[in-house]
């Protein structure tokens, strides 16, 4: 039998990877997703749609920016009377910032929600699971850019290379006690807040993921949905006895040409 988490806290939920995230886990028989994200509304609607599909919703809003924001997650999650044995990293900032004019601003936020966060997160959940004496998983939702990027998306690789980094070595620490740590490099995916980028950073307008992604072998992006597939293979027991592994996610080999260096 596949072991099957009984609650999955899933971070970024309201919204692109992360929701595709909390339903594919749903849809996997996972009966009660912790549903952790900024905006109210949002949150109702996801909760709405992991209800219809049969499972408890539970809303729990934080701004993962602010240093606090762990504590105040589990502190709510504990006075529910919950225990979540799957954690979802998703939540993540995309900033562009140019590598030759860093903004302090966009780097400290960058590295606030993408490394400190989630790193806080899964110290406060392990902690939990170790003493109930649970076992559990935990999938960190990376990025091929962590092995590299554009020269305008430096500082948000170095976040995805050093959540990286923390996967592996948060799986050494836990691989005696039962609970699995993965990560998950996607490539470029459409998502919302991809989009939003697009738009407010490189002006980009209606119609641009055909122009920018005609020449990916798809012929477009990713979708959210597909990754999350991938989440919800790493998140349950098909992954087991899996822990330690980072996956490249993508539709291209990275790191590979056919063209003689100059």
Known sequence: MIWTPECALVTGATSGIGEAAALALVSAGVGTIIVVGRSAERAEEVSARITEMGALAEVVLADLSEAGAADAVFAEIDARGLLADCLINAAGLTTRTEILDIDLADYEAL???????PVLLFGRF????LRAGRPGTVTDILSSA????APDISIYSMTKAAL???TRNAAYALQDDGIRVNGLA????????????MRTTHGASDGWETVYAAKRPLGRLMRSEEVARAVR??????SAPMTG???TFDQVATGITDLHPH
Not at 111 to 117: I, L, T
Request: glycine share 16%; hydrophobic share 45%.
């Open 164 to 166: 990286g980094i923390h």
């Open 111 to 117: 590295f606030a929600v993408n490394v400190r966060s």
């Open 233 to 238: 293979f790493l998140a349950t027991g098909e």
């Open 126 to 129: 392990a902690k939990r699971l």
């Open 245 to 247: 592994s980072i996956v």
């Open 146 to 149: 962590m092995h590299g990027g």
């Open 186 to 197: 996607m490539g470029w995916t459409l998502t919302p807040g991809e989009d939003s980028v």
